[in-house]
């Protein structure tokens, strides 16, 4: 198993652009979730998605859109980039349920926006 | 929604020596407490986790404990080595039905010393 990918690993924007950050898991995790960390702050949960359909906010959504159409991948779009979206972003994948599991991270990716 | 507060920042110790890192919730429902390691540009990776039910947990050299009645719990690490200079988060879960987002400390940067 490949267990949770991202792509791209790096990338710059200019500031009004739009971009999709992938993630792929290969797990059959029902649940996914995207962070942002920044120095200092740890990671914030930006949305999340308890299974392919269904997706909802989390602490710092605004800027982001997601969707769910598979269980394999949960993409992050970003609209109009915002140098303060400068960040590192990590995917996070578990199987889900009532029972709290393990969460597993992609590599991230680091976006810096001029 | 869930705050978590994790102390030290920065922890300096020397290389044998025993560490340990603090965090405290706000959320009394939170009923699991994971630890994530992150090496310097990795993913960050689950080293040890608990569940409300359980009072300590030992893996070797690593163990948490937590009081719930407190609302804290603590990561202890025991005769380190360099390998385990790192930036150390402790989490817990975000509350809400089914989701398993977590709520992030800002983490703790420990450096052995030789």
């Known amino acids: 198993n490949a267990g949770v990918t991202q792509t791209p690993k790096f990338q710059v924007l200019k500031t009004g652009q739009s971009m999709t950050l992938q993630c792929a898991q290969d797990m059959n995790h029902e649940y996914m979730s995207w962070y942002r960390q920044d120095p200092g702050m740890g990671l914030r949960l930006i949305h999340y998605?308890?299974?392919?359909?269904?997706?909802d906010q989390g602490e710092v959504p605004n800027g982001y859109n997601v969707s769910r159409s598979t269980t394999e991948d949960f993409p992050l779009r970003l609209l109009s980039a915002a140098p303060s979206q400068t960040s590192v972003y990590f995917c996070a994948s578990s199987r889900g349920g009532a029972i709290k599991e393990t969460q597993y991270f992609g590599p991230g990716t680091r976006l810096l926006v001029l | 929604g869930e705050n978590v507060e994790q102390h030290p920042s920065t922890l300096s110790v020397q290389e044998g020596d025993s560490a340990v890192i603090k965090c405290t919730y706000s959320d009394s429902a939170s009923n699991y407490f994971p630890w994530y390691k992150q090496e310097l540009g990795k993913r960050p990776q689950l080293i040890i986790d608990i569940r409300s039910n359980v009072g300590e947990k030992k893996d070797q050299r690593i163990a948490v404990t937590l009081n719930k009645t407190a609302k804290h719990f603590s990561l202890h690490i025991t005769e380190t080595q360099p390998e385990d200079s790192a930036v150390y988060f402790c989490?817990?879960?975000?509350?809400?039905?089914?989701?398993?987002?977590?709520?992030f400390g800002k983490g703790t940067h420990l450096i052995i010393q030789p």
């Open positions: 998605s308890v299974g392919a359909g269904i997706t």
């Open positions: 989490a817990a879960t975000f509350p809400g039905g089914g989701a398993d987002g977590l709520t």
